[in-house]
C-alpha cells in the first residue's frame, strides 16, 4: 500500500500560484510514476501532469502547459505541482495518484490515490 497526502490548496486570485505538495509513505516511493489530477464540480476527474520514476519525463495537459510545473523528491518521498498564472477554470480538487508505471501515465486509472485538495481561484 501507498498512502498519499496532498497540501498546499487554497483560496487564491486570478494570475496567483500556488504550489501542491504530495507526500508519500509506504512502500520504496522511487518504484512509482506520479501524477496530478484534477476534477471540478460536475465533470469527470482529468489529467493534469505526470512525472516518471526518476523526474526525467514529465508530461501535461495542453490545459496548463506553461502554467504549471511537477517536480518530484525521491529523497523526501514527495511530489509537487508548481501552479503560477491560474485562472479561475483551474478551481477543482487536485489529487495525487501513484502507480507502478515504468514511464509518465497519463490516464486515470493509477494504483494509489490521495484524498485531494481543494483549489479555487475567483477572477
Known amino acids: 500500500q501507498v498512502q498519499l497526502v496532498e497540501s498546499g490548496g487554497g483560496l487564491v486570485q486570478a494570475g496567483g500560484s500556488l504550489r501542491l505538495s504530495c507526500a508519500a509513505s509506504g512502500r520504496t516511493f522511487s518504484n512509482y510514476a506520479m501524477g496530478w489530477f484534477r476534477q471540478a464540480p460536475g465533470k469527470e476527474r482529468e489529467f493534469v501532469a505526470a512525472i516518471s520514476r526518476s523526474g526525467s519525463s514529465t508530461d501535461y495537459a495542453d490545459s496548463v502547459k506553461g502554467r504549471f510545473t511537477i517536480s518530484r523528491d525521491n529523497a523526501k518521498n514527495t511530489v509537487s505541482l508548481q501552479m503560477n498564472s491560474l485562472k479561475p477554470e483551474d478551481t477543482a480538487v487536485y489529487y495525487c495518484?501513484?502507480?507502478?508505471?515504468?514511464?509518465?501515465?497519463?490516464?486515470?486509472?493509477?494504483?494509489?490515490w490521495g484524498q485531494g485538495t481543494q483549489v479555487t481561484v475567483s477572477s
Open positions: 495518484a501513484a502507480d507502478l508505471a515504468l514511464k509518465v501515465k497519463l490516464t486515470a486509472t493509477y494504483d494509489y
